[in-house]
């Protein structure tokens, strides 16, 4: 049983931080890339980054500068630093696994919610 449990969401004011985590189990965590995904009502679900296994990352340009993905294999986890949030960061936050080469191993958090608001 794969399984990816995210956490950190909340509420929080414009030009706060919040971080975002991941936990993944029922994978080998350090061979897959990970993701995180948002999408807010009405609107399509987006990449926001990713983190290879090598460390590379990539960043939606929307949030290029603001937010920083990094993972610690050690706790088969990910994290999504966001600072300098706004009111166009609100959305749902979804964490993703997906293998480089067994594309077919592609695995989905529940979502957690960041609400941005004064």
């Known amino acids: 049983q794969v399984q990816l449990v995210e956490s950190g969401g909340g509420l929080v004011q414009p030009g706060g931080s919040l971080r975002l985590s991941c936990a993944a189990s029922?994978?080998?965590?350090?061979?897959?890339?990970m993701k995180w995904y948002r999408q807010a009502p009405g609107k399509q679900r987006e990449l926001v980054a990713a983190i290879t296994p090598g460390s590379t990352t990539n960043y939606a340009d929307s949030v290029k500068g603001r937010f920083t993905i990094s993972r610690d294999n050690a706790k088969n986890t990910v994290y999504l630093q966001m600072n300098s949030l706004n009111t166009e960061d609100a959305a749902v936050y979804y964490c993703?696994?997906?293998?480089?080469?067994?594309?077919?191993?592609?695995?989905w958090g529940q979502g957690t919610q960041v609400t941005v608001s004064s």
């Open positions: 029922g994978i080998i965590f350090s061979d897959y890339v």
């Open positions: 993703n696994a997906l293998h480089p080469f067994y594309t077919n191993r592609n695995y």
